[in-house]
């Protein structure tokens, strides 16, 4: 018996794909769906770190300061970017870093998740594991943050805008559908 079903998509990825962006953005969401759909990999940075420091960032941030942790993450993000290709998350502050930038460039594709603050305040606001926001007024710390960080952000090799009315999978496709208007990146493989 044969099926009328088309066969699934299959995909060449050529570089690592590198989300970028603010807390809350879905970089580790989408970018485990965007693996599973192109049937590559997926790491997040941040999980590399804590399991190399077997300690959570929020940990990291406590005991060896934020200097430190940024350290190890551009070493992590290096390594990283030479194995394999995969979808790599980052920490939101991973970008800000121009020698991550620079390796993210040299070895990969950056893509940036903007969502707007308003949306990133309602993902994160009763988050424990955001230890950037452990101040007074964590919304202020957001918005400064988010202020800060969007010119830099906007570096990034390719963007795609967030919604609230988004899901998961809706992100997924359209962060694909971008990757495919760039060769060198992402292509259809050949039937």
């Known amino acids: 018996m044969?099926?009328?079903?088309?066969?699934?998509?299959?995909?060449?990825?050529?570089k690592t794909v590198v989300m970028v962006g603010m807390m809350g953005a879905g970089k580790t969401a989408v970018g485990?769906?965007?693996?599973?759909?192109?049937?590559?990999?997926f790491l997040d940075s941040d999980a590399e770190i804590?399991?190399?420091?077997?300690?959570?960032v929020p940990e990291i941030f406590t005991r060896d300061g934020e200097?430190?942790?940024?350290?190890?993450?551009?070493e992590v993000i290096a390594r990283l970017l030479v194995e394999e290709p995969c979808i790599l998350s980052t920490g939101g502050g991973a970008f800000m870093a121009a020698q991550n930038r620079d390796n993210i460039s040299k070895h990969g594709v950056s893509?940036?998740?903007?969502?707007?603050?308003?949306?990133?305040?309602?993902?994160?606001?009763?988050?424990?594991?955001?230890p950037l926001l452990r101040t007074a007024n964590p919304r202020a710390t957001?918005?400064?943050?988010?202020?800060?960080?969007?010119?830099?952000?906007?570096l990034a090799d390719l963007a795609v805008s967030c919604a609230a009315n988004f899901s998961i999978d809706a992100m997924a496709n359209r962060v694909i559908e971008t990757l495919l208007s760039r060769p060198d990146v992402l292509e259809i493989a050949d039937a």
Do not use: C
């Open 67 to 74: 200097a430190f942790f940024r350290r190890r993450e551009t």
């Open 142 to 154: 957001l918005a400064q943050l988010y202020h800060d960080r969007v010119p830099v952000y906007a």
């Open 50 to 56: 804590e399991a190399a420091a077997n300690a959570t």
């Open 2 to 14: 044969t099926s009328d079903a088309p066969a699934p998509t299959t995909y060449v990825l050529h």
């Open 111 to 130: 893509i940036w998740l903007d969502a707007e603050l308003d949306l990133l305040w309602n993902r994160v606001r009763y988050k424990e594991s955001r």
């Open 32 to 41: 485990r769906a965007v693996s599973a759909k192109l049937g590559v990999p």
